[in-house]
């Protein structure tokens, strides 16, 4: 028999006691920001919820308003476990794991099945770790719609990085495709389109555009909020789209053979979609 990290415990007395449940994140910014809908949608039956969240994600989920007893934390902070908790551990950093083998009294689930409850067969997905979780205790699992608080002060921060011109301007964030490609993106939408440029993430560093920026590395509380003081984020991040879609930013999904539902999305080898789409949006 397999040893877990902690001894057993009476499971349904922490939930029947509003325990504080505690989330352990990896780097999956789109799964986070599903866990986090999730879990939120159990406000009313836990005392808090603390978050430890990677530094590019961190900020951004941290703007989520209308729940005062929710906390988010740095992954690379000093993470303290409190016992009598219930801990999520979606995490492989075993300087973390160390910590839940003193954590007495908990709830210990975790994607590599060591904790103290454990479910067969082995479950890796973290998505279905949490639909097991929430079955067992017979918890409603559906998705909170969340809202978020945006300053005035985060907004002027990021405008100022602005061409000041007339001109449309249009975000890329565009990871997944060549120089060659990009550039290529780039000439399309300077002959069809009036339009300043700024580059997120797979930048030129060497080039002859006008009105082409290179954004330093964001954040994606920085990303979203620049994007949104611009006309159109064209992007292949699908984690970033499909979060910012639930903020309704004017965007469009660059991919290969990928749909996104409910998202403009142009297939990267069919350029004259993209001016018809962009157009769309951009008379909405």
Same mark, same amino acid.
């Given at each position: 028999?397999?040893?877990?990290?902690?001894?057993?415990v009476?499971f349904?007395?922490?939930?029947?006691?509003?325990?504080?449940?505690?989330?352990?994140?990896?780097?999956?910014?789109?799964?986070?920001?599903?866990?986090?809908?999730y879990?939120l949608?159990?406000?009313?039956?836990?005392?808090?919820f603390?978050f430890?969240?990677p530094?590019?994600?961190?900020?951004?989920?941290?703007?989520?308003?209308?729940?005062?007893?929710?906390?988010?934390?740095?992954?690379?902070?000093?993470?303290?476990?409190?016992? !009598?908790?219930?801990?999520?551990?979606l995490?492989?950093?075993?300087?973390?794991?160390?910590?839940?083998?003193?954590?007495?009294?908990?709830?210990?689930i975790?994607?590599?099945?060591?904790?103290?409850?454990?479910?067969?067969?082995?479950?890796?997905?973290?998505?279905? *770790?949490?639909?097991?979780?929430?079955?067992?205790f017979? *918890?409603?699992?559906?998705? !909170?719609?969340?809202?978020? #608080?945006?300053?005035k002060?985060?907004?002027?921060k990021?405008?100022?990085?602005?061409?000041?011109?007339?001109?449309?301007?249009?975000?890329?964030?565009?990871?997944?495709?060549?120089?060659?490609?990009?550039?290529e993106?780039?000439?399309? *939408?300077?002959?069809?389109?009036?339009? #300043?440029?700024?580059?997120?993430?797979?930048?030129?560093?060497?080039?002859?555009?006008?009105?082409?920026?290179?954004?330093?590395?964001?954040?994606?509380?920085?990303?979203?909020?620049?994007?949104?003081?611009?006309?159109?984020?064209?992007?292949?991040?699908?984690a970033?789209?499909?979060?910012?879609q639930?903020?309704?930013?004017?965007?469009i999904?660059?991919?290969?053979?990928?749909?996104?539902?409910?998202?403009?999305s142009?297939?990267?080898?069919?350029?004259?979609?993209?001016?018809?789409?962009?157009?769309?949006?951009?008379?909405?």
């Open positions: 028999r397999k040893k877990t990290l902690i001894e057993p009476q349904t007395n922490l939930i029947r006691e509003g325990a504080d449940f505690v989330v352990i994140c990896n780097n999956d910014t789109y799964l986070n920001y599903e866990i986090l809908q879990c949608n159990w406000d009313s039956l836990f005392r808090k603390i430890h969240l530094a590019y994600s961190q900020e951004f989920f941290s703007r989520i308003s209308s729940f005062s007893q929710v906390e988010f934390h740095l992954l690379s902070s000093p993470i303290e476990l409190k016992e !009598k908790s219930i801990l999520l551990y995490n492989s950093d075993t300087r973390i794991r160390k910590k839940m083998k003193n954590l007495s009294g908990s709830l210990i975790d994607s590599f099945n060591e904790g103290n409850l454990q479910f067969v067969p082995k479950i890796k997905d973290a998505r279905e *770790l949490l639909h097991k979780f929430a079955a067992f017979d *918890l409603k699992l559906e998705k !909170k719609q969340l809202q978020f #608080n945006f300053s002060q985060d907004q002027m990021m405008s100022v990085s602005l061409f000041q011109n007339r001109f449309l301007n249009f975000v890329l964030r565009l990871n997944l495709i060549s120089q060659d490609k990009l550039k993106i780039i000439i399309f *939408l300077k002959q069809n389109f009036p339009a #300043n440029i700024y580059l997120s993430g797979h930048i030129l560093k060497k080039h002859e555009f006008i009105n082409l920026s290179n954004l330093p590395d964001m954040t994606l509380l920085e990303l979203y909020l620049f994007a949104r003081n611009c006309n159109i984020f064209i992007s292949d991040d699908a970033a789209v499909k979060i910012f639930d903020l309704q930013l004017k965007q999904f660059m991919t290969g053979d990928v749909i996104l539902n409910e998202v403009a142009v297939n990267i080898r069919n350029l004259d979609i993209l001016k018809k789409t962009v157009n769309t949006i951009l008379e909405k």
